[in-house]
């Protein structure tokens, strides 16, 4: 069977998904709460579902019967304050886990993340050696703490330490897709655009604040969350793959073009709003981000990924204009 932490999540339920209908066995680490958490997992048959807290004495007992482990769990806003709780669950869980697996040979795939990369300076080159890595400054705790990780992984491999048999650590860009609703103010911006023109509103989007870049005009690499499952589900079949890996288009893409996807998939005509950058992220707001995706490529991965306006439109056809939009 398989693990996936953060499997009630946006990335790990639907990577629970694509496993479980490939008949595979899979259990859930999370916390479902009080919400409507549980719907991201409500179509799938697993195995069990089990709080992060009880993680460690479920593996005391069930290591030896994992194929891998998909550790997606962690705090990912990434306008988390307490630092304490970002290294607690983003850093040593990770460290305990990276563990277990070497210990018991089990393949280990986690969340990193592009946030690592900062404000881009250093560009956005997956390279995974310890001087590149240690050059990199993210812009928040949450970047800061996948930095961390990524950066400890490097020295245990630099070192010849123990490792898993298979280790890949996936920097995922902008992430869009269903089974984020979740997330309030951190889920996408095309499932906050969809719900501002479905309520008849205006489709706000953020002023620039840099000379460089018109409203609108900022860039992001925006990816389909069918996407990275995809780059999973081939990393789960190709064992002799490790390292640290982008997971973007490889194509950056603007707001303003972002908007007008959702516009087309909703059949709408075009209303957008600029609004001010909040102040308390002004001064951290990335203007550009593009992944460097021929490391991945190079290791074989070949999956076409979706345009922008393909990976939209089948977010907003396929789920958010459905009464059920959960996957």
Not at 71 to 96: P, Q, V, W
């Amino acid at each position: 069977m398989y693990l996936v932490t953060g499997g009630a999540g946006f990335i790990g339920s639907n990577l629970v998904a694509s496993l479980t209908e490939k008949g595979e066995a899979v259990v859930v680490s999370d916390w479902l709460g009080e919400g409507d958490k549980w719907r991201n997992l409500a179509k799938h048959e697993l195995e069990d579902v089990i709080a992060p807290e009880k993680l460690s004495e479920f593996l005391a007992e069930h290591a030896q019967h994992l194929k891998g482990v998909f550790h997606m769990g962690a705090i990912s806003a990434t306008t988390e304050t307490d630092g304490d709780a970002l290294m607690e669950n983003n850093f040593r869980l990770s460290k305990i886990l990276w563990s277990i697996c070497a210990k018991h040979s089990i393949p280990f795939i986690y969340a990193s993340s592009a946030a690592t990369y900062g404000g881009g300076e250093q560009g956005f080159d997956d390279t995974d050696s310890i001087d590149h890595l240690s050059n990199l400054l993210p812009l928040n705790g949450y970047g800061w703490s996948k930095q961390l990780f990524d950066r400890w992984v490097a020295r245990r491999i630099a070192n010849k330490s123990p490792q898993p048999p298979q280790w890949a650590g996936l920097k995922f860009f902008n992430v869009y897709g269903p089974n984020e609703y979740h997330k309030g103010g951190q889920a996408s911006v095309p499932f906050h655009l969809f719900n501002q023109v479905t309520s008849g509103e205006p489709a706000r989007l953020f002023q620039s604040h840099h000379p460089d870049y018109s409203d609108g005009g900022q860039l992001r690499d925006f990816i389909a969350v069918e996407d990275c499952v995809s780059v999973m589900m081939w990393l789960k079949d190709h064992q002799d793959v490790n390292g640290l890996f982008n997971v973007g288009t490889g194509q950056a893409r603007s707001f303003v073009d972002l908007a007008r996807a959702v516009f087309e998939a909703m059949d709408k005509n075009e209303n957008i709003k600029y609004v001010p950058t909040p102040e308390s992220i002004r001064d951290k707001y990335q203007y550009f981000t593009e992944a460097n995706m021929n490391k991945l490529k190079a290791a074989g991965y070949n999956h076409p990924f979706l345009s922008l306006e393909e990976g939209v439109g089948r977010y907003v056809k396929e789920f958010l204009a459905k009464e059920d939009s959960h996957r």
